[in-house]
């Protein structure tokens, strides 16, 4: 075992709180979060929806070190000396890699295993790299936890077929309301892709957090890809 990786009660505080920043890594991509301008009760909402929504074996894909121990792990990818930086504004920690080395493909992927769920700020050049290999195996993940829930909920064998670039994304909106029981969630002047701020607003106080029309809404677009992203308050006003 690594030096930290049996944890204090305080560093196991630490990880478990970690876990829900970790599922917001986890959906960076597939669910826009809207930033701290905006409304911070639908945020606090949609980011305790995402919480709720994990699972062990999400839990398990990341291993709940400090950011000390998954810096020691990252610089074990032979990337050169790697550093811890708090993020005043994201309220994280952030793995710093400046080495000058040459990071390969198979390099970053061992990055983004060792640095757990932890941001892992990189060299210009490669930080695009590193991003589309973290989304990748994110977007794995998600998809295979939300066609779990869904199967659990008997939905899997309902969802609609989609294919970005060929299915009417406005159609398959639609057929994504009406099996959820959220009508009018993906229509508004902001397109399919977006959650009506208005529905949301209606929805925000929804006790059904895990098994409600926000939960099934989540897990259909995580489970097919369609990317659906969220508006906040001041940007929807007239």
């Known amino acids: 075992m690594e030096e930290g990786e049996d944890e204090e009660p305080e560093a196991r505080a630490h990880s478990i709180a970690a876990a829900a ?34 699972s062990a074996s999400v839990l398990k894909a990341y291993d709940q070190v400090t950011p000390q121990v998954a810096a020691k792990r990252v610089t ?30 198979k390099r970053l992927a061992c990055i983004d295993k060792a640095a757990s769920f ?14 589309a290999i973290r989304e990748a195996r994110s977007a794995t993940l998600m998809a295979s936890e939300a066609r779990k829930w869904l199967k659990a909920h008997n939905l899997l064998d309902q969802v609609p077929k ?4 060929v299915t009417d994304d406005a159609v398959f ?3 994504v309301e009406k099996l959820c029981g959220a009508d009018q969630a993906l229509r508004s002047r902001y397109g399919p892709h977006a959650l009506n701020p208005e529905w949301a607003t209606q929805h925000a106080l929804d006790p059904r957090i895990e ?27 007239p």
């Open 211 to 237: 098994d409600g029309p926000m939960a099934c809404l989540l897990n259909v677009t995580w489970a097919t890809g369609f990317k659906m992203g969220f508006i906040g308050n001041e940007q929807a006003a």
């Open 76 to 105: 074990g990818c032979g990337v050169g000396a790697v550093t811890v930086r708090s993020d005043a504004e994201l309220d994280a920690d952030v793995l710093v890699v400046a080495g000058s080395v040459s990071i390969t493909d």
């Open 118 to 131: 932890y941001d892992v700020e990189l060299p210009a050049s490669v930080q695009p790299r590193f991003n």
């Open 173 to 175: 909106g639609m057929e």
């Open 21 to 54: 920043y970790a599922q917001q890594q986890t959906i960076h991509g597939l669910l826009a979060i809207p930033d701290r301008r905006h409304s911070e009760r639908m945020y606090v909402h949609l980011i305790m929806m995402a919480a709720a929504q994990m």
């Open 162 to 165: 989609y294919e970005a670039g």
